[in-house]
C-alpha cells in the first residue's frame, strides 16, 4: 500500500501511521455536552466505502494528512495536510 | 442423526451413502420469534443456545454468504480465558468452561485441543503485569501459572533465549487454553440449531431492518420481507452497516488483521505461543501448518485482505523468537475484518429500540468467545436481562466512562487494541 | 533416461548428488526432477494422509507430489520441490513423510483403512472419553500429519529483503512476457522482468516451436541478450512474484543461492524477498496444465503432459519407455510428436473425443478414457476404453491433460473473481481485477504462442501508453493453432480418482461434501481439504469444482471459485522475517555512557529501544540486591549518577509555545517563569494519563520538555497531532533534542558538591533554588542544569552535548567516587522512585486518571485541555475506582510482590472480593521494609487499614498497611535542602 | 578546570568497504535545525542567503555546496557546514549532536541502499542534491544523494551500531552475489 503525502509524494505505507476518521480534526469544546463528546471519541460512520482518514507521515517529514481512501477496494483518491498554517 | 465411531465404521462399510445433510436448507418463513442477523460463529452459538437453553426454536439466522463464512473461518483459533479486568475475567472464564464441553455438548468434533497458551515477557516491569493478569485469572478460578526462562525453554525448545532482540524474563502460562478447529465451531454449532428447529438460511442479506414506533417488527432481505418479534444482530465486520439500518451509529471501526499458514511440518510446536514485543501468536494445527499472526494493518478496511508491512513484521518477529522456524514456508496469508471498539473489549447489550438487540465489538478476540457470547446473548435476547458474565459489556460505558475494559491500556483510539 | 540430442544442458557439467543416501550424477543447471527421471527414478514421495507412493508430477512450481528436504542440522529445508531445485556437487536430499523408507512406509496402512477415513470423518469421531483427544487422539493425528520436518536448530543462513521500484513490472518471462519486454524496453521505460525459473523463455525452451524461423528456445535466448543490454531493463531470475498489493506493490521471492553450495558462497543470501513498486505491470504468467480424475491417476509415473515435454524438450530426460497419453485436447498430441522424434516409444494415444487427428505415427484411441491403472511404486499398465472396445497397455509413463488453466492468482489477490470461459473450458482473469495490472498471453486466454507475443505486445504497449510513452508493436512470426478441447474432468471407473494428489482428495470425497449439503464451494473446500495443500490447488482445484458442480446440478460459474491468496508460491518466514534474527527485530539506542557502563560490568536491560545499566556490581557483591542497596545508599547519603538521556527531549519554541503547553498539558505551563521547571501532567484526549515529565522554561517562547523513556515517540506524535491538526492557530515549533544531549542525574546530599568540581563557575543553593534551570559550562563547553530529582534528594540533571556525554558521565563518577558515592542503575533509581512515590509507566498503565493517581486537583479547571472534557466523566471520578496508595508489609520483613491483588482481611481470594493490586515493590534500605505501591479501591479513604496482598502464581500472601504512596521525606524537606 | 573529550557516533564502527562501496563517518561540523515560524519563511530564507549564501530549501531538496541547507522534515532544514545566522523569524535548535552521519558511496551503494530503504532511490529520479526522510529497516533517517552514486545517511545518534550494522548486511549480501 503507498499513499500519497502531500509534501513528499507516493510512499510505503510503512513509513505512516494511522489515527482513524478524520471526524478527530473537529474537537468539541471542552465545556460541550457528554454526547458530543462520546461521538467524538468513540462513535463512527465507519464506512464500507470511501472515508476521509488521518496519517501521519511519521516515517517521513512529519506531516499530518487527511487521505481520501475506500475502505472495500483501498483505492486512494488524494491527501492533503491538516489544518491551516497561520498565513 | 448421531455421530460416533461406531457410525463411521458402519458408513465406511456401506459406501458413505447414509451420511445426511448436517444442515437444511430451508426457504425463508414469513415470520419467525427471533431473527438473528448473521450467521457466523456468534450467530450461530446464539441460535443453538436460544434453541437449547431457552426452548426457543421459531429463529431464523440470516447469512448474507455461507455458514461460517467470516471471522469463524478465517482466524488463528486460538481459545483462552487470560483476561485481567472485571468483565472479561468471567465472561471469558465462563466461554472456557462451555469450550471444554462443547464436543459431546454438540456431538461434534471441534477438536478442542487444551495444549497451552504461553504468553512471553521481555521486562521485569512486563512479569509484573503478567503477574497481575495471572492473579486475577486465578481469582476467577482460572488456570495460570508464571515460568522461569528456563522453563519457558522446556514447553517450547524452539525459543531462542541467547539471541533474541527482546529477552525471555518468563512466561505466563495457561493450560487450559489452547486452540479448536474453527470452521468445526461454525459446523458444530449450526448442525446443533438446524437439529433444534433453527432456519439457517445462507444467501439472505439483510436489506433493512423494519421499525415502527420504536419497537422492532422484522426485517428486510435479498430473500424477502421477514416479520420477528425480536432482531438480533451479530455480525463482526459489517456491524457498523447493520446497525445503520436501525439508525445507530456504534463506537466501532472495522480494521483488518492478517494471519498466514505455512506448509505442513512434523510438530514442532507445544500448543500456542505468544511474543509480547512482537504482537505475534503461534501455533501448529493438527495437519502439521503453522499459524500465527500478529497485530491489524492497522488501517480501516472491509477488504479481507492485508499489505506487505504487517505480514513482515510478523514474520520478523518470528525469526527473532524462533529462528528454528525459517525454513518453514508461509502458504496462506488471509484477512478477517475486525470490530475494533474504544476498549478493545465487546458489546452484548440491548438497544434504544424495543426488541433489537447488539452484539459487536469482539475486536480480534472473537474466536475464543463463541460459546460465551451466544450463551450469553441467547439468554439477553431471551430474557431480556443481561446474563451475569456478560453484564458489563454495555453500550453506554463509553459514555459514561464506568466499567471500561482496556486491558491493552491504550486508550479510546480503536485500532490501538 | 537421456535422451541424446535433445534438451539445453551440457553433458559435460556433471554434478553429482544424493537422494535419500544414494548418489546420481545430473547435469549442472538442471532441476532435481529432470535428474532423478534422467536416473530412472519414479518413486519420490508419499503423499499426505494414505502415504500413498507418488512420483513427479509436473516440471514446474505447481508440483503437489515431488516434495523433498534438502540438507540436515540448521540448514535443513524441508517441502522444497524437487521441480524447481537446481541440483550442484554435493546436494543431499531426502524423502519426506515415510518410514521406515520410502518404497516401504508403515503409514500406507492409512490407506488400507481408507474406506473409513472419508472426507471430514474426524468431526464424527474421537469425542470419547473427552480427556483421550489431548492424550491419544490428537498426538497420533499430528504424528502422522505434516509433510518435511525442521531440524529445531538455528542456523545463520543469510536471507535478504530488498525494494525495486519500476514503471513497468511484467511477471513471467515466457513468450509474453519476453515479447512485453522487448516492447516495453525498447520504448525507453524503467522495466523489471521477473520470472520464476533460471532460466527466462517459458514454454517455448520445453516445446519444439519456432518463433520468426528460428527454434523457440533460441529466440527467446537473443531476446534475453537484447533486454540484458538494456540499461532500462532489469531481469530478474528464480523470481517468482508471490502476491500483488494496493497501489502497484508486488511482493516476489527470489531463489538467490538455493543452487550454490553454502560453503561456496557463504555471505551469498539464500533468498530475497522483493518489494517492488511498478507504475503498471503486465502478468504474462502462462497457464498451468490440469490432471484428469480417472481411477487410480496418482501412480509413479503419471504425468502431466506438458511435463513430458519439458524433460524431454528441455533436459534431454525421457520420463519412459512406452510413453502413453491421456487427453482431452489438441495440445497434448505435441506430446506423442516429440517423443517419436526422439526415438521414444509411444504406446497409444487416448483422446477423449470422437473426431480428432493422429499428428503423427502413433496409435490414437478416440472416445477414449484411461479406467485403470497398475502399478505399486511404479506405472505398468493401463486400461483403457476407446471408441471400439476396451484394453490394455503397457506403459510406464502416462501423460495425461486436462486443458490448461491460465495463472490467474495474483489477479484474485485483491478480491478480484475469475471469470469462467467456455470456450477453453478455464477461468481467465477479469480486467481490472488489479488496478494497474493487465494481463497478457495464455494468462489471458491466448494459447498459441503468436497469440502470446501479440498479447504481450499490446499489453506491454498499453502499459507504456498509460505513462504517455508510445512503444511500438513489432510482433515476430510463430505457430497460431486453435485450441481445441472438449471437457472431461474424470473418468468412471473402480477406484479412486484422485483430485488433490498431496491432500488425497478424491471425487467422491467431494460428492460426500456435496451430499452432506457442503455445498458452497468454500464449505466443500474447508470440509474435503481440496486445494488446501501447499500447492494451494493449483492444478486440481477447477477439476474439483467441476465434480462439486456436477454434484449438486449447478454450472460452474453458479458454482464460484475459492478465493486465491498470497503468497503464489509458498515462501519462507526467513525471507519475509529477513534480517531480524538475533537482535534485528528493532533498532537497539545506546546512550554515550553504554560502553562506560558495560565497562563496569553493568547488566544492560532493554528500556523500549534504549539499554540501560541495571546496576554496577562491585567486587565481593553476590546479588543484584546487595549492589542495589548501595547504590540507593550513594543517593541517600552521599551522591549518586545515573545516565538520563533515554527520557524524551522535546525543544519547543514560538510565540504560542507557552499557550500551546498549557492546552497538551493538564496543568498550567504559561504561569511558570524563565529559568524554571515544573512536574507537567499529560492526558489522552479520552481523560487518561498519558505521560508526565518536567517542563523547562528557557526563554519567553523557549521550552524544553521532558518525557518518559516509553512514552517519547508518542508524545511527540501527539504534539505534532494537536500543533498540526488541533490548534493550528498556535505558531509554536518543536524538534526533538533527545539525541542531541546527554543527560545525567546527579542526586543525593553531595550533588551540588560535585557539580562544582567539574562546572566551570560554582553554583549556589541561593541562584539554584530547587526547579530551576539554567546554562552552565563544563570545560568550556556550554550545557544546561536542571534542579530537579527523581529520588526525592538534592538532585540535578546536568546536560551537554552528545559528543562529551561520554567523557562526562565517566568525570561525573569519578568524582562521585571520590565523594563516596558512585554510578546507580535502574533497579536503585527505581526504589529511589518508590521510596518518594513517584509514578511511572507501572503506574500510568493506560488505565489510570489523574483522579486514580491523586493529581485531579491539578487538572486546571480554568483552561481546556486536551483530555479535559472526557476525564470529566462520571465513571471516571467514581470514588470507588481503584486509586493509588502506598503498601507496606506490616512487620516490614514479609516480601511483597508486584502483581498481587489485595483483599479484605478474612476474605477469600476471589474475584469478587478484589480491592485493588500492586505495581511496584522493592525492598528499601532506607525504610528498612518491604514497600510498594498500588490501587485500592477508594484508596485514599483507607489508610491505615490492613489489607492481605495474596499472589497465588508465586506463593506469596503478605498482610500490608496501606499508607500514602510517599513513603520517605514527605515534607520535602531534603530535596530543597 | 573539567576537560571533556569527544566521541563521534560511530567511533570504532567505521570505515569500511565491502565489495563495491565504502561507508565512512562524516562530521558535518555545526548542525542547526531551523524552522521557521508562521510567515516567516521568506526573512528566513532570505537571511540564510544573506549570510552564507543558501535559501532555505525546497521539500526533498538541498541547497548550497559549501555551507549547505538539507531539507529534513515538514518546514525544516538543517544548516549543516557552517554557523546558522541569527533567524528571529524561525525556531533554531543546535542538532550538531543529534546524528550519526554516514557517507556511502561505491558502485553498488544503491543496491545496498534498495535493501534497506523503501524511498525510490533511483539515479533517474532521485538525483544529485535531493534529500528524503524516510526509513532504513525501521529507522527514520534522512537520505541525500552526493554524488553520482553517493550517499549520505543521517540516522538518530543513538542508532549508529544499529545503521552501520544494516549498511553492512546489505553490502555483504550485494557483494556476495557478484561472485557468482
Known amino acids: 500500500m503507498r499513499l500519497p503525502c502531500p509534501i513528499c509524494g507516493e510512499r510505503d505505507r510503512r513509513e505512516f501511521y494511522y489515527k482513524g476518521d478524520a471526524l478527530a480534526l473537529d474537537r468539541p469544546a471542552g465545556d460541550a455536552d457528554g454526547g458530543v463528546w462520546d461521538d467524538y471519541l468513540h462513535n463512527r460512520d465507519n464506512l464500507a466505502g470511501v472515508v476521509r482518514e488521518l496519517w501521519h507521515h511519521a516515517g517521513g517529514c512529519g506531516a499530518w494528512i487527511v487521505v481520501t481512501r475506500d475502505t472495500v477496494t483501498h483505492e486512494v483518491h488524494g491527501a492533503e495536510r491538516v489544518g491551516k498554517a497561520k498565513a | 442423526m448421531g455421530y460416533s465411531g461406531f457410525k463411521v465404521i458402519k458408513e465406511g462399510l456401506f459406501g458413505q451413502k447414509g451420511w445426511k445433510p448436517v444442515w437444511r436448507d430451508p426457504a425463508p418463513k414469513s415470520e419467525y420469534d427471533v431473527v438473528i442477523i448473521g450467521g457466523g460463529g456468534h450467530g450461530l452459538s446464539t441460535a443453538y443456545y436460544l434453541a437449547k437453553e431457552h426452548g426457543i426454536t421459531n429463529v431464523a439466522v440470516l447469512e448474507k454468504g455461507y455458514i461460517g463464512g467470516g471471522n469463524v473461518g478465517r482466524n488463528t483459533t486460538i481459545v483462552r480465558a487470560n483476561y485481567m479486568l472485571p468483565g472479561n475475567s468471567e465472561f471469558y472464564s465462563h466461554s472456557l468452561k462451555l469450550w471444554e464441553d462443547m464436543e459431546q455438548d454438540l456431538n461434534y468434533n471441534t477438536m478442542m485441543s487444551q495444549r497451552g497458551v504461553m504468553m512471553l515477557c521481555h521486562s521485569d516491569g512486563q512479569r509484573d503485569f503478567f503477574a497481575r493478569r495471572a492473579n486475577a485469572m486465578v481469582n476467577q478460578g482460572d488456570d495460570a501459572e508464571l515460568l522461569t526462562p528456563e522453563e519457558v525453554k522446556r514447553e517450547a525448545p524452539s525459543i531462542d533465549l541467547d539471541n533474541v532482540r527482546f529477552p525471555i524474563y518468563g512466561g505466563l502460562m495457561h493450560r487450559r487454553g489452547g486452540t479448536a478447529r474453527h470452521d468445526a465451531v461454525a459446523w458444530g454449532y449450526a448442525r446443533g440449531a438446524d437439529q433444534r428447529g433453527v432456519d439457517l438460511i445462507q444467501n439472505c442479506e439483510v436489506t433493512g431492518i423494519d421499525i415502527e414506533g420504536g419497537v422492532v417488527k422484522g426485517v428486510q432481505t435479498t430473500r424477502g420481507a421477514i416479520r420477528a418479534k425480536k ?67 492497522f488501517y480501516a478496511s472491509y477488504a479481507s485482505r492485508g499489505n506487505l508491512p504487517m505480514a513482515e513484521h510478523c514474520m520478523e518477529a518470528c525469526m527473532t523468537l524462533m529462528p528454528s522456524l525459517g525454513k518453514a514456508k508461509v502458504l496462506r496469508s488471509w484477512g478477517g475484518i475486525m470490530d475494533m471498539s474504544p476498549d478493545g473489549s465487546p458489546i452484548i447489550d440491548t438497544t434504544d429500540t424495543a426488541g433489537l438487540f447488539l452484539n459487536c465489538g469482539w475486536c480480534y478476540g472473537g474466536f475464543k468467545a463463541v460459546p460465551g457470547s451466544g450463551f450469553s446473548y441467547a439468554h439477553l435476547i431471551a430474557t431480556g436481562q443481561h446474563h451475569t458474565p456478560a453484564a458489563r459489556y454495555r453500550l453506554d460505558r463509553f459514555r459514561t466512562g464506568r466499567g471500561l475494559m482496556d486491558e491493552e491500556g491504550t486508550g479510546s483510539q480503536h485500532n490501538l487494541h | ?171 513471467g518471462a515466457g513468450p509474453a512476457g519476453l515479447m512485453a519486454a522487448l516492447t516495453a524496453g525498447r520504448a525507453g521505460v524503467d522495466v523489471i522482468l521477473a520470472d520464476e525459473d533460471s532460466q527466462m523463455g517459458g514454454r517455448l525452451l520445453a516445446e519444439t516451436f519456432t518463433v520468426d524461423g528460428q527454434d523457440g528456445a533460441d529466440w527467446a535466448a537473443d531476446a534475453v541478450s537484447e533486454l540484458a543490454a538494456m540499461d532500462n531493463v532489469r531481469l530478474m531470475t528464480r523470481t517468482t512474484i508471490t502476491g500483488a498489493y494496493d497501489q502497484g506493490t508486488y511482493g516476489a521471492i527470489e531463489q538467490v543461492g538455493h543452487h550454490v553450495a553454502r560453503a561456496d558462497a557463504p555471505d551469498l543470501p539464500r533468498e530475497c524477498f522483493w518489494r517492488i513498486v511498478a507504475k503498471r505491470a503486465v502478468l504474462c504468467a502462462g497457464a498451468l496444465e490440469r490432471p484428469i480424475a480417472f481411477p487410480n491417476n496418482d501412480r509413479p509415473g503419471i504425468m502431466m503432459a506438458s511435463a513430458v515435454r519439458s524433460y524431454l524438450n528441455r533436459w534431454g530426460v525421457a520420463p519412459g519407455k512406452a510413453v502413453t497419453i491421456f487427453a482431452n485436447n489438441d495440445d497434448a498430441h505435441r506430446t506423442a510428436v516429440d517423443l517419436i522424434a526422439a526415438g521414444v516409444k509411444v504406446a497409444g494415444v487416448i483422446d477423449v473425443r470422437a473426431d480428432v487427428q493422429a499428428m503423427g505415427d502413433y496409435p490414437l484411441y478416440t472416445s477414449g478414457a484411461v479406467t485403470a491403472t497398475k502399478g505399486r511404486l511404479a506405472l505398468e499398465s493401463i486400461t483403457i476404453t476407446h471408441a471400439v472396445g476396451t484394453r490394455e497397455i503397457r506403459t510406464d509413463c502416462l501423460a495425461m491433460s486436462g486443458g490448461w488453466n491460465p495463472t490467474v492468482h495474483l489477479t484474485c489477490h485483491m478480491n478480484g473473481r475469475p471469470t469462467w470461459d467456455e470456450t477453453l473450458l478455464s477461468f481467465v482473469p477479469t480486467d481490472g481485477s488489479i488496478p494497474g495490472l493487465t494481463v497478457a498471453g495464455a494468462a489471458a486466454g491466448h494459447m498459441s504462442t503468436l497469440g502470446a507475443l501479440q498479447s504481450g505486445a499490446k499489453g506491454a504497449a498499453a502499459a507504456v501508453a498509460d505513462l504517455g510513452v508510445t512503444a511500438k508493436v513489432d510482433v515476430p512470426t510463430a505457430e497460431d493453432d486453435p485450441y481445441r478441447i472438449e471437457a472431461c474432468w474424470q473418468v468412471d471407473g473402480k477406484g479412486r480418482k484422485w483430485l488433490d494428489f498431496q491432500n488425497d482428495v478424491h471425487v467422491k470425497d467431494i460428492k460426500l461434501a456435496a451430499q452432506e449439503n457442503f455445498r458452497s464451494v468454500e464449505h466443500m473446500k474447508r470440509y474435503t481439504t481440496q486445494g488446501m495443500a501447499t500447492d494451494q490447488g493449483k492444478s486440481s482445484n477447477v477439476a474439483a ?433 | ?172 549480501g550485494v557483494a556476495a552475489r557478484a561472485l557468482i
Open chain 3, 545 to 977: 469444482l467441476a465434480v462439486l458442480a456436477d454434484a449438486t446440478g449447478r454450472g460452474i460459474p453458479e458454482t464460484g471459485t475459492t478465493t486465491f491468496r498470497p503468497p503464489y508460491v509458498p515462501v519462507s518466514i526467513a525471507a519475509m522475517g529477513a534480517g531480524s534474527q538475533g537482535h534485528g527485530f528493532a533498532p537497539k539506542r545506546l546512550t554515550t555512557s553504554h560502553h562506560a557502563s558495560t565497562g563496569r560490568s553493568a547488566p544492560m536491560i532493554e528500556a523500549g529501544l534504549w539499554y540501560r545499566p541495571s546496576y554496577f556490581p562491585a567486587p565481593g557483591e553476590k546479588t543484584w540486591l546487595e549492589s542495589c542497596n548501595r547504590e540507593v545508599g550513594y543517593v541517600r547519603d552521599a551522591v549518586g549518577v545515573c545516565d538520563v538521556s533515554t527520557l524524551g527531549k522535546i525543544d519547543i519554541q514560538g510565540p504560542d509555545a507557552a499557550a500551546f503547553l498549557d492546552f497538551v498539558y493538564a496543568n498550567t505551563f504559561s504561569t511558570l517563569r524563565e529559568n524554571r521547571v515544573r512536574y507537567g501532567l499529560m492526558l489522552r484526549e479520552d481523560g487518561h494519563v498519558m505521560d508526565d515529565g518536567t517542563t523547562a522554561r528557557l526563554g519567553a517562547d523557549h521550552y524544553v520538555m521532558t518525557t518518559t523513556t516509553a512514552a517519547a515517540g508518542q508524545v511527540m506524535t501527539h504534539l505534532e497531532w494537536v500543533a498540526q491538526a488541533l490548534r493550528p492557530d498556535l505558531d509554536v515549533r518543536f524538534a526533538s533534542v533527545t539525541e542531541q544531549w546527554a543527560q545525567f542525574a546527579v542526586a543525593g546530599p553531595r550533588s551540588r558538591a560535585l557539580l562544582n568540581t567539574v562546572l566551570d563557575d560554582p553554583i549556589t543553593g541561593e541562584d539554584w533554588p530547587f526547579m530551576s534551570c539554567g546554562a552552565v559550562s563544563i570545560g568550556g563547553i556550554e550545557g544546561r542544569l536542571f534542579r530537579i530529582s527523581f529520588s526525592g534528594e538534592h538532585a540535578y540533571e546536568i546536560a551537554v552535548p552528545s559528543r562529551y556525554g561520554a567523557s562526562l558521565f565517566r568525570l561525573l563518577v569519578a568524582q562521585a567516587e571520590a565523594m563516596e558515592g558512585g554510578a546507580y542503575g535502574m533497579e536503585a533509581l527505581n526504589v529511589l522512585r518508590i521510596e518518594k512515590g513517584f509514578i511511572t509507566h507501572a503506574e500510568i498503565h493506560g488505565r489510570v486518571t489523574a483522579f486514580d493517581i491523586g493529581m485531579d486537583r491539578m487538572v486546571s479547571r480554568k483552561k481546556d485541555c486536551i483530555g479535559f472534557a472526557a476525564s470529566r466523566r462520571e465513571g471516571l471520578l467514581d470514588g470507588q475506582r481503584e486509586r493509588l496508595v502506598g503498601l507496606r508489609s506490616v512487620n516490614g520483613t514479609d516480601k511483597i510482590t508486584a502483581g498481587a491483588h489485595l483483599f479484605v482481611e478474612g476474605a477469600d481470594a476471589v474475584s469478587d472480593n478484589d480491592q485493588g493490586y500492586i505495581t511496584s515493590v522493592c525492598w528499601s534500605p532506607t525504610l528498612d521494609s518491604h514497600i510498594g505501591l498500588g490501587f485500592v479501591k477508594d484508596g485514599p479513604s483507607r489508610l491505615g487499614e490492613h489489607v492481605v496482598a495474596v499472589d497465588h502464581v508465586r506463593g506469596v500472601t503478605v498482610t500490608c498497611e496501606v499508607c500514602s504512596p510517599v513513603f520517605f521525606d514527605p515534607d520535602g524537606g531534603r530535596v530543597r535542602g
Open chain 4, 1 to 172: 578546570m573539567a576537560k571533556l573529550i569527544e566521541t563521534t557516533p560511530c567511533a570504532g564502527l567505521l570505515p569500511l568497504s565491502i565489495g563495491g562501496v565504502n561507508i565512512h563517518e562524516i562530521n558535518l561540523g555545526q548542525v542547526t535545525l531551523v524552522a521557521p515560524y508562521a510567515g516567516g519563511a521568506k526573512a528566513t530564507s532570505d537571511a540564510l542567503k544573506a549570510a552564507i549564501g543558501v535559501t532555505f530549501p525546497k521539500p526533498n531538496r538541498t541547497n548550497g555546496a559549501g555551507p549547505r541547507a538539507i531539507w529534513c522534515g515538514l518546514d525544516q532544514a538543517l544548516i549543516v557546514g557552517g554557523a546558522c545566522p541569527d533567524l528571529p523569524q524561525a525556531a533554531v535548535v543546535d542538532h550538531s549532536d543529534a546524528w550519526a552521519v554516514v557517507r556511502i558511496e561505491g558502485a553498488e551503494a544503491e543496491a545496498v541502499l534498495a535493501r534497506l530503504v523503501p524511498a525510490d532511490l533511483r539515479a533517474s529520479v532521485f538525483k544529485r542534491g535531493h534529500t528524503v526522510r524516510t526509513m532504513l529497516v525501521h529507522m527514520n533517517v534522512g537520505i541525500t544523494r552526493v554524488g553520482a552514486s553517493a550517499f549520505e545517511v543521517m540516522a538518530m545518534r543513538s542508532m549508529a551500531g544499529t545503521l552501520v550494522h544494516d549498511l553492512e548486511q546489505a553490502a555483504k
Open chain 3, 1 to 171: 533416461m537421456r535422451v541424446a540430442g535433445k534438451g539445453h544442458t551440457d553433458a559435460a557439467e556433471t554434478v553429482h548428488f544424493t537422494f535419500d543416501g544414494q548418489s546420481y550424477a545430473g547435469r549442472k543447471g538442471e532441476t532435481l526432477a529432470a535428474a532423478l527421471l534422467a536416473n530412472g527414478v519414479k518413486l519420490v514421495g508419499r503423499s499426505f494422509k494414505y502415504h500413498r507412493p507418488r512420483g513427479i508430477v509436473t516440471a514446474g512450481s505447481e508440483e503437489p507430489n515431488a516434495l523433498v528436504t534438502v540438507g540436515t542440522g540448521g540448514g535443513q529445508d524441508p517441502n522444497v520441490r524437487a521441480t524447481t531445485l537446481e541440483i550442484y556437487d554435493g546436494l543431499e536430499v531426502r524423502s519426506q513423510n515415510a518410514w521406515p523408507s520410502l518404497k516401504y512406509d508403515m503409514m500406507s496402512v492409512n490407506d488400507l483403512a481408507a474406506p473409513f477415513l472419508s472426507a471430514g470423518f474426524y468431526y464424527k469421531t474421537f469425542m470419547w472419553p473427552k480427556a483421550f483427544w489431548e492424550s491419544l487422539y490428537e498426538p497420533v493425528i499430528r504424528k502422522a500429519a505434516g509433510l518435511g520436518a525442521l531440524s529445531g536448530d538455528i542456523n545463520d543462513d543469510i536471507y535478504e529483503k530488498a525494494f525495486a521500484h519500476c514503471d513497468l513490472l511484467i511477471i
Open chain 2, 231 to 297: 432482531v438480533a444482530i451479530v455480525v463482526a465486520g459489517r456491524s457498523s452497516q447493520v446497525a445503520a439500518m436501525a439508525g445507530m451509529r456504534l463506537p466501532i471501526e472495522s480494521h483488518v488483521l492478517q494471519a498466514f499458514v505455512s506448509e505442513g511440518l512434523k510438530p514442532v510446536l507445544p500448543g500456542v505461543i505468544s511474543f509480547g514485543m512482537g504482537h505475534f501468536y503461534i501455533s501448529q494445527s493438527d495437519k502439521g501448518g503453522l499459524v500465527f499472526g500478529s497485530d491489524l494493518d
